[in-house]
């Protein structure tokens, strides 16, 4: 089977191993366990959201996600999952408030955290058990217009 420099074929098994991999993610993500979370990402791992810059590295994943859990309570809910080898595509959704986004537009008063909801679209590839690349897809207008609001 010819692919990608570097990827190896999967078969149902290795297919079955990235789904649960995925599936720890998430649910470290919504437990909010940082080091359960961290450790599931390769040492070279690449995470991507909208919006933001490239995230490079494991160190600078612990980092982006320290930052977000410090600002953002949210919880995951994945609702198809497709697995093709080593690769994982999800729909879902996301539930959840920003504690601090208020505080940091100009002329914005202080206010409760917004609620908000949203669908995504995720994909992630996975090598020896461990994720190297992590994409994000969602309609960040719309989780703006959701947070500034309601």
């Known amino acids: 089977m010819r692919g990608r420099p570097g990827r190896r074929p999967a078969g149902a098994a290795g297919g079955r191993a990235a789904a649960a991999v ?3 993610q998430v649910e470290a993500l919504n437990r909010r366990d940082l080091e359960a979370l961290v450790a599931l990402y390769a040492e ?18 612990r980092r982006a996600f320290e ?18 080898g080593d690769r994982v595509s999800a729909e879902g959704t996301v539930t959840g408030r920003h504690r601090t986004i208020h505080l940091r537009l100009p002329g914005r008063v202080p206010a409760a955290p ?15 058990g461990r ?5 994000v ?9 959701q947070l500034l609001h309601g």
């Open 114 to 128: 917004r609620a908000y909801r949203h669908p995504f679209a995720a994909f992630w590839e996975v090598r020896d």
């Open 131 to 135: 994720i190297t690349r992590h994409r």
């Open 67 to 84: 930052g977000f859990f410090r600002e953002w309570e949210e919880v995951v809910t994945l609702d198809a999952l497709l697995v093709d």
């Open 137 to 145: 897809y969602y309609d960040a207008r719309e989780l703006v217009r």
């Open 22 to 24: 995925v599936r720890r």
């Open 44 to 61: 070279d791992a690449v995470l991507e959201f909208p919006s933001s810059p490239a995230v490079r590295g494991r160190e600078h994943i």
